[in-house]
């Protein structure tokens, strides 16, 4: 019961920076858990990021720890991802997702694709040597 849309993707060098967005319809986008994910040419879509819809809980890939930054601002129905020291292999189309969360899991995250309900257009981001 809700749209996604990304946007903030965009050509950058190595070791640059792009921050990615996604806005949400919907008046109960507070309750729904959020994740990021990309998929590159001939690959499969692949976790990035996620957050829960409460207490800021978070969760990334192994390959992007340390750089990349999920949050959420829920009064804009708004989730971003702040990525940093891009490097060439996260080229991709970044995708953005949503799940329902529930009273009793309020810090959950969720790594996979299965999860998730609700899926953005993409966005494609392109790191040059």
């Known amino acids: 019961q809700v749209q996604l849309v990304e946007s903030g993707g965009g050509l950058v060098q190595t070791g640059g920076s792009l921050r990615l967005s996604c806005a949400a319809s919907?008046?109960?986008?507070?309750?729904?858990?959020m994740g990021w994910f990309r998929q590159a040419p001939g690959k499969e879509r692949e976790f990035v990021a996620a957050?829960?819809?409460?207490?800021?809980?978070?969760a990334y890939a192994d390959s992007v720890k340390g750089r990349f930054t999920i949050s959420r601002d829920n009064a804009k129905n708004m989730m971003s991802l702040q990525m940093n020291s891009l490097k060439p292999e996260d080229t991709a189309v970044y995708f953005c997702?949503?799940?329902?969360?529930?009273?009793?899991?309020?810090?959950?995250?969720?790594?996979?694709?299965?999860?998730?309900?609700?899926w953005g257009q993409g966005t494609q981001v392109t790191v040059s040597s």
């Open positions: 997702a949503a799940k329902p969360g529930e009273i009793s899991a309020t810090t959950r995250v969720y790594r996979s694709r299965s999860n998730y309900n609700y």
């Open positions: 919907g008046r109960t986008f507070s309750t729904y858990a």
């Open positions: 957050i829960s819809w409460s207490d800021t809980n978070t």
